[in-house]
């Protein structure tokens, strides 16, 4: 495999974690760049003089089953600082001559560790506290110390919690410092980057920009492009992404799937077709969506439903357009692990996100996904850097389902068109008291039950409107926003007053997990 020539880089090779974007995504917020590479084909061979720092994940692995990996053990006898996280640590101390042994205690969340001794790895960590809070998330751990190694601090289950060889500049840390629960952990990975491996910034947004404009250019050549344009963050993105980078050679088609929010045609017609002059198909295919989707109540097969229709739908369009061969979607990283399609993790699937595990199994279109590895903020900065309005990129998500899966049961046309208004006049509140920008996503959804109200002396007997509201970091983990009383209030007046078919408005408050975002 060949690794990247142009710049100075952090080498992360992946043992099948699910945090391993999340080291990577550490490393480009402290301005480096960096490159992932999967354990099993990196070789000694391609490390070049760009690899400054070599970084070894967490994985779901026991570093006596050789069966189950391969690792050339030479990549770190190259006289560049390693950092092993987790399983990255233990795979170190072993082939250091420490021993790893399934341990009495398995730890899974925070543990206190106390520091033995300094270490460049740690400057600054623990400043005038004793102990610190990490996040550990593991079943074996190193029993025996490796030659030539000192305890820098340990916990009370985890003996060799931070270990190091200062003179080789291998440092093993037993918790995962790239996940926010550990405290100060960007610290941990800043001083590797910048004390052990002396590296200076090389990164930014613009970087990234132009780093994924040539990607693309480099995987589509000179052949046809159709981008899935939902109006949402992550697709609008990806299309002025596409839009710089080839132009004419890009068809955004927009599909009404007569699940969407309410205006949201007008909308994107307007910004997209008017404003931004992308080449944009639009497609009316209301009928057909809710013709595949009578009768339907279970969330996993809406998803499916829906992925297979768009997915028909492009493929109809490309036909049309002729000479088409890729289609391009707004994946996110946090799309792929929920749905389970990252390479080596062993996360359980939590739901099938539409364009990642709703896609059939056979498509005539290869996929174009330059977003996969970004994070949402990070998505946004992307979109300020390609000229987008704050208007487009600070929109709250919307999933490629649309309301469908804000809708639990079966799907009619009288309660999309409720769900829209109600909805509506929720984020319309959250705008008028200068909250929608405070809330990460927020979003009306309409339960499938009638329960009996009184309105005018009058008995009604109409359905439950949900609100939900929340805050969060990148859509991985999620707290409910706390309202006021005074606005909880107006808006459930509001909503009720205005709507017929609702007569009830109940608040969630949930965080995530052990719900998620969305109901379904
Ligand atoms: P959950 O419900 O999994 O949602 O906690 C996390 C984030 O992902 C969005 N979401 C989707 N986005 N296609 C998308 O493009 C999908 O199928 C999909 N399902 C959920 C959700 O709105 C939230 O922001």
Redesign the pocket.
């Known amino acids: 495999m060949s690794l990247d020539k142009t710049l100075n880089k952090i080498l992360i090779i992946d043992f099948g974690s699910q945090f391993t974007q999340l080291i990577a995504r550490r490393i480009r917020e402290l301005g480096i760049f960096s490159e992932i590479v999967s354990h099993k084909k990196i070789k000694n061979k391609d490390i070049n003089d760009y690899v400054k720092g070599i970084i070894l994940s967490g994985g779901p692995l026991n570093v006596y089953e050789i069966n189950k990996y391969s690792f050339d053990k030479k990549i770190i006898e190259n006289q560049v600082p390693v950092l092993g996280i987790c399983f990255g640590h233990q795979i170190l101390s072993k082939l250091n001559g420490g021993k790893v042994k399934n341990s009495k205690h398995r730890e899974f969340g925070l543990a206190n560790i106390y520091k033995k001794k300094e270490s460049d790895l740690t400057k600054n960590l623990f400043k005038k506290k004793k102990t610190i809070k990490v996040w550990m998330s593991h079943a074996d751990q190193v029993s025996k110390l490796p030659q030539n190694f000192n305890v820098v601090a340990s916990s009370k289950n985890s003996k060799f919690a931070i270990i190091e060889n200062k003179t080789k500049k291998f440092y093993g840390v037993q918790f995962h410092p790239e996940v926010t629960h550990t405290e100060n952990g960007k610290k941990i990975i800043s001083n590797f980057i910048f004390n052990i491996c002396s590296m200076k910034k090389n990164w930014s947004s613009k970087d990234q920009r132009q780093k994924l404009i040539k990607d693309v250019r480099y995987q589509v050549g000179n052949k046809k492009v159709i981008c899935a344009l939902?109006g949402?963050v992550?697709?609008s993105v990806v299309a002025q992404l596409l839009n710089k980078a080839i132009g004419k050679k890009l068809y955004c088609i927009f599909v009404n799937t007569g699940l969407l929010r309410k205006n949201e045609e007008k909308q994107v017609i307007k910004t997209f077709k008017k404003k931004l002059k992308i080449n944009l198909i639009h497609v009316n295919a209301e009928k057909e969506f809710l013709k595949k989707l009578r009768n339907v109540s279970d969330p996993e097969r809406k998803?499916k439903i829906?992925?297979n229709l768009f997915i028909k739908i492009f493929e109809r369009y490309a036909k049309k357009i002729k000479d088409v061969k890729f289609l391009a979607q707004?994946?996110?990283y946090?799309?792929l692990i929920?749905?389970k399609s990252v390479t080596g993790s062993q996360t359980s699937k939590?739901?099938?996100?539409?364009?990642?595990?709703?896609l059939p199994k056979k498509m005539s279109l290869k996929l174009v996904e330059p977003l996969k590895f970004l994070f949402?903020d990070e998505v946004r900065k992307l979109g300020l850097e390609l000229n987008l309005s704050k208007e487009i990129i600070s929109r709250?998500?919307?999933?490629?389902?649309g309301l469908a899966?804000r809708m639990p049961g079966k799907i009619t046309k009288e309660k999309i068109d409720i769900l829209k208004e109600a909805d509506n006049y929720f984020i319309q509140a959250l705008k008028d008291h200068n909250l929608y920008h405070k809330i990460?996503?927020a979003?009306a959804a309409l339960l499938p039950v009638k329960t009996v109200g009184v309105m005018g002396d009058n008995r009604t007997y109409e359905y439950l409107c949900l609100l939900r509201a929340i805050t969060?970091e990148d859509?991985?983990t999620?707290d409910f926003y706390e309202f006021k009383k005074t606005f909880i209030q107006e808006i459930s007046n509001k909503i009720v007053n205005s709507i017929r078919g609702i007569n009830r408005v109940v608040y969630d408050i949930t965080s995530?997990p052990p719900?998620?975002?969305?109901?379904?």
């Open positions: 939902s949402g992550d697709s998803r829906i992925g707004g994946t996110l946090p799309d929920e749905s939590i739901k099938s996100h539409h364009n990642v595990g709703g949402k709250h998500p919307f999933p490629g389902p899966i990460w996503q979003y969060s859509g991985m999620a995530k719900s998620t975002i969305e109901l379904e």
